[in-house]
């Protein structure tokens, strides 16, 4: 082997390093990125600038600057990585089998059924896709869409769609009054939403999709909530309620025990006859030409058969 093969045989391992050090521009975001320790950064890069026989990066502050060498090298170094993806993914196809990970962004309440159904009947066909999943409010989920973090995010309500993102509604469910089991109203056939115009909400917290699904409702109903309490999740808003510290609106919970033994905390679920009072759930993605294949793969048998595979899981 010449030198010249050596010295490419030394930069080959680095090529992921350079192309994340191009993107943030900072040695310990790189660090975090590949899940290895900064010293491992700082260090191949040195042995990385020794190869090429000039400095790549310059201290300057808390970050880093790319000296020209960098900035001549890390373009390449990114196009030799999307080169060998390709080659690997054809490499790949040849087995008859698809590889690769999506990532999904999804709100809390779709963990428990409606992404694990979707997923399972994914990796049926396709048992060799892994998949990345990121859960928080709808706001941070659609974050992590736009700044490519995530491939697709599973929210409600999905945004309308865009010149950059598309987007599709899956499914609606209903919307319940939940009060707690000493409640006035515990055990009731349905009520109108302004009959509790003067009762305490537990709500989550602005950003979540229900947040403002419930203003929305409020407002429509003729009033503003008065909120008393805030939370992260819908366990802990029906949490509260059980308390008596309020009442909520929530989709029916499915697997939780309403009522404690003995008589002990607990809430119940009312119908809400005015107004209609549901929510939509659906599928967010970026339009992208080069979108990776698992994901677009992922996304067309969501729209194809999603609804009645969620359909049937909510019987």
């Known amino acids: 082997m010449d030198n010249e093969n050596r010295d490419l045989a030394k930069l080959l391992p680095v090529l992921p390093m350079l192309v994340e050090l191009g993107a943030s521009r900072h040695v310990t975001a790189t660090a975090e990125a590949l899940g290895i320790p900064q010293s491992t950064v700082s260090r191949t890069l040195a042995r990385a600038s020794e190869v090429v026989g000039t400095p790549l990066v310059l201290r300057k502050g808390r970050g880093v600057e790319l000296t020209p060498a960098a900035l001549a090298l890390i373009p390449r170094a990114a196009e030799a990585m999307e080169t060998l993806r390709d080659g690997l993914a054809q490499a790949r196809e040849q087995s008859g089998k698809q590889f690769g990970r999506v990532q999904v962004a999804f709100q809390h309440t779709f963990g428990e059924v409606a992404l694990p159904v979707l997923i399972r009947a994914f990796t049926q066909i396709h048992p060799g896709v892994a998949f990345d999943l ?3 409010s709808r706001a941070h989920c659609l974050d992590l869409l736009a700044t490519g973090s995530a491939d697709l995010a599973l929210v409600a309500p999905p945004p309308a769609p865009t010149r950059t993102t598309g987007s599709e509604v899956l499914y609606s469910e209903p919307l319940k009054l939940v009060v707690s089991n000493g409640h006035p109203l515990a055990g009731s056939s349905g009520v109108r939403l302004d009959a509790v115009r003067d009762e305490p909400f537990i709500m ?20 503003r909530p008065r909120v008393a ?23 029916p919970e499915r697997f939780a025990a309403q009522a404690s033994p003995g008589g002990g905390l607990g809430w119940c679920e009312v119908e809400i006859l005015w107004p209609s009072a549901q929510r939509d759930v659906g599928l967010v993605w970026r339009n992208r030409a080069d979108a990776p294949a698992p994901a677009t793969r992922f996304r067309d048998m969501v729209l194809d058969e999603g609804r009645e595979l969620l359909q049937m899981a909510r019987r």
């Open 134 to 136: 990121q859960q928080g």
């Open 204 to 223: 989550l917290e602005p950003g979540y999709g229900m947040h403002s699904i419930v203003e929305s409702l409020c407002r429509r109903a003729g009033f």
């Open 229 to 251: 309490f805030q939370g992260q999740d819908l366990h802990t808003v029906r949490g509260l309620v059980a308390a008596g510290l309020g009442i909520a609106l929530a989709p």
